[in-house]
């Protein structure tokens, strides 16, 4: 089947790089001569048929912006039959032939299921600041949210060391822990706890209580929300406090600031190559992969893989953690 027009759209959590992705994608369309459109709300703009014409004029000035221009919306009405068969008619109502979604996992089933039902042609771009999607070194927008982190954590450390005081920051990282253990080498942690390495309360007091008596005033642990030690982050504070009163604790919650901000460098290119590649792939025919780098090379893995497979943490970044920590 002759693909004459593209659809891109955003779904799922945001993440800092979507809109460069939108971006390439786009001009990626404009420069194949192939007609484009962008669908607003991730599925429920599909369901509702809010669709926008874009050229490459539509996308000046977005590499820079991060969220998405598109927005994105949960939408419970894609996981019903009639749901998508709505959706499949606004498509063809459109003209679309095939589309490009830059999302994670929920986005990426949805996409899968739609393909079984329609055979319709897709593409994933992966973009989520977890970097917890299978298939790829790097997700859209970890690059980002790890300088976030670091550049917080670096004024945090400013106000820990004046008053002696011992700081639990937690970052974002449900199921996974690269940002915690990426951002605490590159903040210098003292320790960092994520959901893979259950460390255990007796092991997080003895390294605070080594820290201490090597000559470290104050101490900074990095704590992913996931993190199985605690119920949260507040009862590992009233933990240490019981049993070290000599801390004096405090509790930073990064949230939703980890999300947002412009992209770094390395996503925009990322996202500017993830583009090319998922419009090339889809006009070679390819459907129902995901674009992913690996030893900075773009890869293509079938997108059932990309859901089902776990990222693995990286073990060696945790040995040099320990070092680093002595």
């Not at 809010?50 to 490459?56: E, Q, V």
């Not at 449900?174 to 960092?192: K, S, Y």
């Amino acid at each position: 089947m002759e693909i004459k027009k593209i659809a891109v759209f955003t779904s799922g959590g945001d993440s800092p790089g979507m809109n460069a992705a939108i971006r390439s994608v786009v001009r990626t369309c404009a420069y194949m001569k192939v007609d484009c459109v962008a669908i607003y709300r991730g599925y429920q703009g599909m369901i509702e048929g809010d669709f926008k014409p874009m050229d490459a004029r539509s996308v000046n000035n977005i590499i820079n912006k991060g969220g998405t221009i598109l927005k994105s919306a949960r939408c419970d009405d894609f996981r019903t039959k009639e749901g998508r068969k709505k959706a499949y008619d606004q498509l063809k109502k459109e003209g679309v032939d095939a589309f490009v979604v830059i999302g994670g996992d929920g986005s990426f089933t949805g996409a899968l299921k739609f393909n079984e039902e329609y055979d319709f042609p897709v593409i994933g771009i992966p973009g989520t600041i977890d970097n917890d999607i299978f298939g790829t070194t790097f997700t859209l927008g970890f690059d980002t949210a790890l300088n976030t982190v670091v550049e917080v954590i670096d004024k945090i450390r400013d106000t820990a060391s004046s008053h002696n005081r011992l700081f639990f920051v937690e970052v974002m990282g449900r199921d996974v822990g690269h940002i915690a253990l990426n951002a605490g080498v590159g903040a210098g942690a003292e320790e960092i706890l994520i959901p893979e390495e259950n460390l255990g309360l007796e092991r997080l007091l003895e390294s605070l209580k080594r820290s201490k008596a090597s000559g470290k005033s104050s101490s900074i642990v990095i704590v992913a929300e996931g993190d199985k030690i605690g119920k949260n982050v507040f009862e590992l504070k009233e933990y240490v406090e019981e049993h070290l009163p000599i801390y004096d604790v405090r509790v930073s919650v990064l949230g939703h600031m980890q999300r947002g901000g412009a992209p770094s460098c390395y996503d925009r290119v990322l996202a500017s190559r993830m583009g090319v590649k998922a419009v090339e792939s889809l006009l070679e025919g390819k459907s129902n992969l995901m674009v992913g780098v690996q030893d900075n090379k773009l890869i293509l893995t079938p997108i059932s893989k990309a859901i089902k497979g776990h990222t693995k943490i990286d073990k060696e970044l945790m040995r040099v953690s320990d070092i680093m920590t002595v």
